[in-house]
């Protein structure tokens, strides 16, 4: 088992590929953790419909699991607030895990870290990437 590093250094890429590393990796009923700043109160309370929040010094975290809803919603609805980052998520950091990996999604999607990855796994993410390396650091740990 490995672990799979990517962080987006092209802040022009559209969120296809984060996209597909969800539809990849998370299912519905995965364990989960969203955390948002204290002041991301919009956020906040879209998050707290999948789960219970509370609060951690200066974050709030969400805990549930993957609902339909939600994997809806990250799959299809592409941040509008992308004046400091070219956000992939509205949500600073999710952390999904299952059976087959750990995923976590940080800095509003622009870095990811998937754990106890499989050999089809590292195919499937060399395959995304190998058209648009260029645009971000991929470290790979087989």
Known sequence: MGRIQV??????????WWRKLLQHFVSIGNELEIRCWKE?????QKASLYGIPME????????????????????????ADKSIYNKMTKYFTINIKNELCDFCSEHYGTEVYIDRV??????????????????????IEE
Request: one cysteine or more; hydrophobic letters at 40%; glycine letters at 2%.
């Open 56 to 79: 951690d010094k200066s974050e709030v975290s969400v805990c549930g699991v993957v609902t339909v809803e939600l994997l809806s919603e990250l799959l299809e609805e592409e941040p």
């Open 118 to 139: 499989h050999e089809d796994d590292v195919s499937f993410v060399s395959k995304l990437f190998a058209q648009c390396a260029d645009c971000f650091s991929i470290y």
């Open 40 to 44: 991301e109160t919009e956020e906040i």
């Open 7 to 16: 962080q987006m250094i092209d802040s022009t890429v559209s969120f296809d």
